[in-house]
């Protein structure tokens, strides 16, 4: 199984998760169960799994038998959660 998970970047995935993906050749995921995962922080971004990344992952012949997963994280949540992150990080000199 694949988890393949993007934030949302205007409304889609990311153009780095595109660019990978274009890196392989014609169906590079035949015989693959793949689950679509976005996260956004805007609730009108509800869609953007369903509408671009699970239409992806079917173009590339990964199979999709769930649904796409979505996680909203509020932007705020978002930061105080990257602060914390980076905060385990050792700093490098």
Do not use: C, I, N, Q
Not at 28 to 37: F, H, K, Q, R
């Amino acid at each position: 199984m694949l988890v393949v998970a993007s934030p949302t970047y205007k409304a889609t995935y990311t153009g780095l998760l595109e660019l990978f993906l274009d890196g392989y050749g014609p169906a590079p995921l035949a015989g693959v169960e793949a689950v679509p995962l976005m996260v956004g922080a805007a609730p009108h971004h509800a869609l953007a799994v369903d509408v671009h990344l699970t239409p992806l992952l079917l173009e590339l012949g990964a199979s999709v038998p769930a649904a796409a997963l979505r996680a909203r994280v509020p932007a705020g949540r978002l930061r105080g959660r990257a602060r914390e992150w980076a905060s385990l990080s050792p700093t490098r000199a």
